[in-house]
């Protein structure tokens, strides 16, 4: 029996198991890199789409830096999607290095992405359009790389965060030290009663530290 805990986000149920589109980008120092590439080295991979114009950008970038210095590189892949310029022009190489340059970033970052963005607005948004920055986190299947699971589409960082940490970096028993261990304490069904674990089931779990999360557990 094979058990994989996958939380849910509104506006996901109709994507989150759908075929997942490969891209190939080159960095502007000439590496390359692919979305099914990461997947079949087994690693999870989150993508941040962003515009220089957007202050939410610069916040994003740097928070995806911390995301990744926080946890185990050989294991999580971050790649960073510069849209637009300041003056909301296609933004190029110049722009992109002045932008590492002032955030920091370390993270491979790729221009000329329009075709990459669209093609993951029209699949993984319910109105075809989104805010920047927008994050995806998903989760390799590295027997069909095709198939790789969708965990988090949005823009709170921190939530895609604590389900990196939950359901794969534990999962992977990479523990991390600046991170507060926490337990399972009750599972509640979704009018507040207490109850046991069901699978195939939303249910809500409470952990030790007093914060909550919806849970779907499919059994295979």
């Known amino acids: 029996m094979k058990m994989s805990l996958i939380t849910l986000f509104t506006g996901l149920t109709m994507t989150l198991f759908a075929q997942v589109p490969n891209w190939n980008q080159y960095t502007c120092d000439g590496d390359q890199y692919s979305m099914y590439t990461e997947f079949s080295k087994g690693k999870a991979v989150v993508l941040h789409f962003s515009s ?4 939410g950008s610069i916040v994003g970038a740097q928070d995806a830096e911390s995301l990744l210095q926080n946890m185990m590189l050989e294991n999580v892949k971050v790649f960073g999607f510069i849209h637009q310029d300041q003056d909301f022009n296609v ?8 932008w590492e340059s002032a955030q920091g970033t370390s993270y491979p970052s790729f221009v000329n992405i329009e075709n990459v963005l669209n093609e993951y607005v029209s699949k993984y948004t319910l109105s075809g359009a989104t805010t920047l920055p927008w994050f995806l986190l998903f989760f390799p299947n590295d027997e069909n790389l095709e198939n790789s699971t969708l965990a988090y589409s949005g823009h709170d960082i921190n939530a895609l965060n604590h389900i990196l940490y939950d359901q794969w970096v534990q999962g992977a028993g990479m523990v991390q030290q600046t991170i507060v261990s926490k337990k399972i304490v009750r599972i509640l069904d979704m009018l507040g009663r207490e109850t046991a674990f069901k699978a195939n089931t939303m249910q809500v779990y409470v952990y030790s530290d007093g914060s909550t999360k919806k849970i779907f557990s499919t059994v295979e």
Do not use: E, G, P, R
């Not at 220089?52 to 202050?55: K, T």
């Not at 933004?91 to 002045?98: H, P, R, S, V």
């Open 91 to 98: 933004a190029d190489c110049d722009d992109l290095n002045q």
């Open 52 to 55: 220089l114009w957007s202050a």
